[in-house]
């Protein structure tokens, strides 16, 4: 299974690569400049690869109030083939491709980094291509701010209890 690396660039929201959400991934949404949309929008083509005819990128090309944008991300592990793959958490890096331990904040400008492949499903006369996010280069940063001011939930079924109850 060969692979290709791809190297697109925008803004960057929601990245999560410190340690996998609850479905094993590592993820990130990328709102893509003019030029990474349309390599995005080529990589959802259908190709042929030695005479075979694979199926395009999957990942949805959504659009909100922000621009076009696209998820991407790399499960932490895999059981392929009945064999279980670890994968590496994406790497950030600052714009000197030096390691960068920094939460990336929503609208950082940055390049990231795709490792594309092709693959075969068992049964299926047509292949398809994946995408897996590497690495993260960050070319300017907005820092990540936690929002603090939200107000903590109310869960139906529990009255609320004063903070100086003893019995609590």
Same mark, same amino acid.
């Given at each position: 299974?060969?692979?290709?690396? $791809?190297?697109? %660039?925008?803004?960057a929201?929601? $990245?999560? &690569?410190?340690?996998?959400?609850?479905?094993?991934?590592?993820?990130? !949404?990328?709102?893509?400049?003019?030029?990474?949309?349309?390599?995005?929008?080529?990589?959802?083509?259908? %190709?042929?690869?030695?005479?075979? %005819?694979? +199926?395009?990128?999957?990942?949805?090309?959504? *659009?909100?109030?922000?621009?076009?944008?696209?998820?991407? #991300?790399?499960?932490?592990?895999?059981?392929?083939?009945? @064999? *279980?793959?670890?994968?590496?958490?994406?790497?950030?890096?600052?714009?000197?491709?030096?390691?960068?331990? @920094?939460? !990336?904040?929503?609208?950082?400008? &940055?390049?990231?980094?795709? +490792?594309?492949?092709?693959?075969?499903?068992? #049964?299926?006369?047509?292949?398809?291509t994946?995408?897996?996010? $590497?690495?993260? *280069? !960050?070319?300017?940063? @907005?820092?990540?701010?936690?929002?603090?001011?939200?107000?903590?939930?109310?869960?139906r #079924?529990?009255?609320? !209890?004063?903070?100086?109850?003893?019995?609590?």
């Amino acid at each position: 299974m060969a692979t290709n690396s $791809v190297y697109l %660039q925008g803004i960057a929201k929601w $990245v999560r &690569v410190a340690t996998p959400d609850m479905y094993g991934k590592y993820a990130m !949404v990328l709102y893509p400049n003019e030029e990474s949309l349309n390599k995005i929008k080529k990589l959802k083509e259908i %190709q042929t690869i030695n005479g075979r %005819q694979y +199926e395009g990128l999957k990942n949805k090309l959504r *659009r909100d109030e922000d621009g076009d944008n696209m998820a991407f #991300g790399c499960h932490a592990e895999k059981i392929i083939k009945g @064999v *279980r793959r670890l994968y590496a958490a994406p790497m950030i890096l600052d714009k000197d491709n030096l390691p960068y331990h @920094v939460n !990336v904040g929503n609208g950082s400008e &940055v390049t990231i980094k795709l +490792e594309t492949y092709s693959y075969s499903p068992p #049964g299926s006369k047509m292949g398809g291509t994946a995408a897996r996010l $590497v690495s993260i *280069r !960050v070319d300017k940063l @907005v820092p990540y701010e936690a929002n603090s001011n939200r107000e903590p939930k109310e869960i139906r #079924g529990f009255s609320k !209890v004063p903070a100086d109850n003893p019995e609590f």
